[in-house]
């Protein structure tokens, strides 16, 4: 049975699906599946054992240049990609207009989420078969029963397993003993402040901790240095890394401190000791999920705000700055010791 999953992005809800593809391979090892995903996150998708081919979409580029999309034949490519067969079943397991409309455009019975489910309501118009998924779930327990709902077998009640070997992730840091910080997001609500991240820097050093600082754009690479100045015998700001070496990295942390950001699942995903700082988003729905995993929620009267500016202009006295660093790396002495 051939499977043309869509969920095209981001990289925390790509992760998110991984449970759910897991329990298909156990539940029904028929199903081979063909997953369109945006293109900056086809390797995410070999990570999953039943998925026989991965169909790179360039939805965010496109959307920016669409004269030159349609000219250059790169979407006329992936029509023919996404039609050169029947599928046996089309899921949507995103809910929104932009994969409801990839889904309709292949051939094949279309499934997603139910009015009263998808995120956003319109999308499950295009749908032949729709389900309903509670939407005050988890994110990973809302595509797994989806997944379950689609092809008929028991909503799995035991815990998510990502299927991520940490050993198949070769690490480009030397050192044996080290911390690594996620600094990057893309709200700036859900950013933690930099003198925290500087402390807690000075913290780790203190105990004995290496730091070392990832980063994915020129803005991420400015901060991650000035957190490093703060204490340049203790930090090292990695190169750039590709998605498989930032798996490396993250696999042979003792430990991964994060904000908002989707490597915060990968870390998860892969067992390694995480602690993630919550804010204008609500990490009940949406938070990290893994064995050694640890949420906190910073305080405010409006959390989970959803807003990428603070609605309260609070500043300094906003809800990812009441985290301090001292409650951070108490979270982080209490994880690596369980």
């Not at 081979?32 to 998708?45: D, I, K, S, T």
């Not at 081919?53 to 996404?82: C, D, M, N, T, Y």
């Not at 397991?93 to 998808?118: E, W």
């Amino acid at each position: 049975m051939n499977l043309l999953l869509v969920k095209t992005s981001s990289f925390g809800d790509l992760l998110h699906t991984l449970p759910a593809l897991r329990d298909l391979a156990r539940l029904r090892p028929d199903v081979r599946v063909h997953w369109v995903v945006e293109e900056g996150f086809a390797q995410l998708p070999t990570w999953a054992d039943n998925v026989v081919e991965v169909i790179p979409v360039a939805w965010r580029r496109w959307r920016k240049h669409p004269w030159h999309a349609w000219h250059s034949g790169e979407f006329s490519a992936f029509l023919q990609r996404i039609r050169y067969q029947e599928f046996d079943a089309i899921l949507d397991a995103q809910g929104l207009i932009k994969s409801a409309l990839i889904a309709r455009l292949a051939n094949g019975v279309r499934h997603g989420p139910d009015y009263a489910s998808a995120r956003e309501k319109g999308a499950s118009f295009f749908y032949q078969t729709t389900h309903r998924v509670p939407t005050k779930l988890h994110a990973v327990t809302r595509l797994r029963r989806l997944f379950a709902h689609a092809f008929k077998y028991p909503e799995p009640a035991d815990d998510p397993d990502f299927g991520l070997d940490p050993a198949r992730f070769i690490s480009p840091v030397v050192q044996k003993r080290y911390l690594c910080f996620l600094h990057g997001t893309t709200w700036p609500t859900k950013h933690w402040p930099e003198t925290h991240w500087q402390n807690l820097a000075q913290r780790a050093g203190e105990a004995g901790w290496r730091v070392v600082l990832p980063w994915g754009n020129a803005v991420e690479k400015s901060r991650a240095q000035s957190i490093a100045a703060s204490a340049p015998s203790v930090c090292l700001v990695l190169p750039r890394l590709t998605l498989e070496q930032l798996a490396g990295a993250l696999a042979g942390a003792g430990a991964v401190i994060a904000t908002d950001t989707g490597p915060a699942h990968l870390a998860a995903a892969l067992g390694v000791p995480t602690v993630a700082l919550y804010g204008p988003t609500p990490a009940e729905r949406i938070g990290i999920v893994g064995r050694a995993a640890a949420r906190l929620t910073g305080r405010c009267k409006l959390a989970p705000c959803r807003q990428r500016r603070c609605p309260l202009e609070q500043g300094r006295d906003g809800c990812m700055h009441s985290l301090s660093p001292e409650q951070v790396w108490q979270t982080v002495g209490e994880i690596t010791c369980a």
